[in-house]
């Protein structure tokens, strides 16, 4: 285990198995839907990339590039697109791909970023749900754990852009950030 993590909160296997599940349910609802897949940066690109996998069906990979909380661990409610997305979507069925859902601003934010295009439909698909931090209502369709508060690291997760290397999910010592 890495020295700034506390303690393991999800191992690899356990993603793993979720993973698998959720590709496999997303799979069902969207198999003729050809939907554009949204992995919201950076936070997702490791989800992202084994949800796919777990997706036996054809869809669009899309990224989004948004600013986060920069080197702290709570939002400052100011959301940023940093990178857009490279195709049309209105028609289309969207799935937004997230690591984790906190306050909520930051998706709540981008749900209606995205509706303004026109899709046929929105959905979200979240690896983690931290909903004892929840400010503004978002209705995220796919879950993959939900997890107590506190700041969580690996797998795609960072802390001042450190830490997504970690194949766990582990909470980072208070320390490093007080
Ligand atoms: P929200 O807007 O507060 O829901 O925050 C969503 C974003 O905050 C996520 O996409 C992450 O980038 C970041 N975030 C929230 N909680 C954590 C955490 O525990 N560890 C790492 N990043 C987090």
């Known amino acids: ?11 690899e296997a356990e993603i793993k198995a979720r993973i698998l599940e959720m590709g496999a349910e997303i799979a069902a609802e969207y198999k003729d839907k050809n939907p554009v897949m949204i992995a919201v940066l ?45 195709c049309d979507i209105e028609g289309r069925h969207v799935i937004v791909v997230e690591d984790i859902l906190d306050s909520g601003l930051t998706l709540s934010y981008l749900i209606s970023y995205l509706q303004n295009r026109k899709p ?6 979240t690896l983690l749900d931290k909903p004892e931090r ?20 690996g797998y795609g997760l ?10 766990y999910i582990g909470v980072l010592k208070p320390e490093v950030y007080a």
């Open 42 to 86: 950076k936070g997702s690109f490791i989800f992202m990339a084994d949800l796919v996998r777990a997706m036996d069906m054809p869809s669009r990979i899309e990224f989004l590039g948004v600013s986060s909380y920069g080197d702290k661990t709570t939002t400052t409610g100011a959301v940023q697109i940093t990178r857009d997305l490279d």
């Open 158 to 167: 960072d802390f001042a852009e450190q830490y997504r290397n970690l194949p």
């Open 134 to 153: 929840r400010k503004v209502e978002v209705d995220a369709r796919y879950k993959g754990f939900t997890i107590p508060d506190a700041f969580v690291v």
């Open 120 to 125: 046929a439909s929105v959905a979200i698909c």
């Open 1 to 11: 285990m890495h020295k700034d993590v506390g303690a393991i909160l999800l191992n």
